[in-house]
């Protein structure tokens, strides 16, 4: 049995997140599927790095798998991509050591969430949240900074999640303007690992910071009161990316 790792970008508009669910295709469904083809016809179970939700996408996300069947990684890869749909597609496959494993090796992932302040794009709705107004990005960005370092971030995950630890480090918040587009901006988010919904949350709070509707200070206050209903709304699925998994 060869265990083998792969990095791979998914479109998420028409799946019902990563994670495994009977009578919803998702990514795992889809990677699984392809996979007891290749291994002749034995199941094949696949750990990613971390599940992701419906309509999120994923330009660098990472999982391993087990073959009962040995195959280069040339080919590997290139019967996969033959037998996934169009909107997965496997960028790289490595052979690694039985007690590799893509969630627990994982040292951090980066995540960015893509906004269009300008007019609404029906092209980019399902890739670039559409705002379609105006942000105060200098806001934003000093709001993004009382984000980083090691912190409770239960007011930022998901209402109903209980977890033992909700303790995160955030090494690093970036706002990236675009160049060719003044309306459009990327926030960036580098950290060890991630609650559920936990950066939706965090960019629905930073759009009311750039609403005006809050200070930048405020999110110290927010991450004091380890309550969910004290910070923003969540923001939508669409903009947001797993970018990569650290190792």
């Known amino acids: 049995m ?26 795992q469904n889809e990677l699984e599927k392809a996979l007891k083809e290749i291994n002749e016809n034995k199941k094949v179970e696949v750990h990613a790095s971390g599940r992701t939700d419906a309509k999120v996408h994923a330009l660098n996300q990472k999982a391993h798998f087990d073959l009962d069947i040995k195959i280069t990684k040339e080919k590997l890869k290139k019967a996969l991509n033959s037998l ?17 494993h893509a969630r627990y090796n994982a040292k951090g992932k980066e995540y960015i969430y893509k906004i269009n ?34 912190h409770n971030f239960k007011s930022f995950t998901k209402t109903d999640e209980e977890k033992d630890d909700y303790v995160r480090t955030l090494s690093q918040t970036n706002l990236i303007r675009d160049l060719k587009d003044v309306n459009k ?18 960019v629905g709070t930073l759009i009311e910071v750039g609403e ?9 206050t927010i991450l004091k009161e380890q309550n969910r209903t004290h910070a923003g709304k969540t923001a939508a699925p669409e903009g947001l990316y797993l970018k990569n998994v650290f190792y």
């Open 2 to 27: 060869t265990r083998y790792f792969i990095t791979f970008s998914y479109d998420g508009t028409n799946f019902s997140g990563y994670q495994k669910q009977p009578r919803e295709r998702t990514i």
């Open 84 to 100: 996934l749909p169009e909107d997965i597609h496997i960028k790289n496959v490595e052979e690694v050591s039985d007690n590799f």
């Open 117 to 150: 302040m300008g007019e609404y794009n029906p092209l980019e709705r399902n890739y670039v949240y559409q705002y379609n107004n105006r942000l105060d990005v200098t806001e934003i960005e000093r709001a993004m900074k009382y984000l980083e370092g090691t």
């Open 185 to 202: 901006i990327t926030l960036v988010f580098v950290g060890t690992g991630f609650l559920r919904y936990m950066v939706r949350n965090m």
């Open 212 to 220: 005006g509707k809050r200070k930048s200070e405020d999110i110290i």
